[in-house]
């Protein structure tokens, strides 16, 4: 066990609905990292919060957005889904986001499906 | 900018044999590179890390990985595979300067057989 919780495991959802993947990151991480697994696209790494800032953008599409609450926790919402939204989406934490080297947890994902 | 390049897809090692996993990196200062495991429907697991120092890293589950800056590879073995090892296992390389976000290789799908 990692110890960063998400939250829920799977989702089934329709084309053009919206929804809303939580993470729980490990007990003092300041950082959060969001990242999308898919078939053709690999791991690809979507936003990072450190302690409720945004700090970095990756290959995330404006459709989808994020935030990082005051007690740390993460929500990354996808609005307007499209079949080839359906991947697994990972939360990952560490205690820093910057000038300092340092590894990152990941949670056991949430399988997102659209039909 | 960083890239990894696991260029094996698939790998299949019987139990028992040797194991190696190859990984290329691309980026322009000292990286810190990782290699994580995935087992079907689960989540990444660390199995080592490389920061700075020793160029051979010892992980868990008996993987060790060494990092060769001459070759900009950063390579998993392990002397003996067991076949509880099969999985995906993905390298990954980050930089402090990028907020420690990782960039991963495509991964390569180890299958062991009996």
């Known amino acids: 066990d990692s110890g960063v919780t998400q939250t829920p495991k799977h989702l089934i959802t329709a084309t053009g609905q919206r929804v809303t993947l939580r993470c729980s990151p490990r007990s003092g991480d300041l950082s959060v990292y969001w990242y999308q697994q898919s078939l053709d696209q690999g791991l690809q790494f979507l936003i990072h919060?450190?302690?409720?800032?945004?700090?970095a953008k990756g290959n995330i599409l404006e459709r989808f957005s994020a935030q990082q609450f005051p007690d740390l926790h993460s929500e990354l919402n996808l609005s307007s889904l499209e079949l080839g939204d359906s991947a697994l989406y990972f939360c990952?934490?560490?205690?820093?986001?910057?000038?300092?080297?340092?590894?990152?947890?990941f949670g056991q994902g949430t399988r997102l499906t659209v039909v | 900018a960083q890239s990894v390049t696991q260029p094996d897809i698939h790998i299949t090692v019987s139990e028992g044999a040797s194991l190696e996993l190859r990984c290329n990196y691309s980026y322009g200062a000292t990286p810190y590179l990782f290699w994580y495991v995935q087992s079907p429907g689960q989540g990444l697991q660390l199995l080592l890390k490389?920061?700075?120092?020793?160029?051979l890293v010892q992980g868990i589950k008996g993987f060790e990985a060494e990092f060769k800056r001459s070759q900009s590879s950063f390579n998993l073995r392990k002397p003996s595979v067991h076949w509880s090892d099969a999985a995906e296992y993905f390298c990954?390389?980050?930089?402090?300067?990028?907020?420690?976000?990782?960039?991963f290789g495509a991964g390569t799908i180890l299958r062991v057989k009996s």
């Open positions: 990952a934490s560490s205690v820093v986001g910057q000038g300092m080297n340092t590894e990152a947890f």
């Open positions: 919060y450190y302690n409720g800032e945004e700090r």
């Open positions: 490389y920061f700075s120092g020793d160029t």
């Open positions: 990954a390389v980050g930089a402090m300067e990028y907020g420690n976000k990782l960039v």
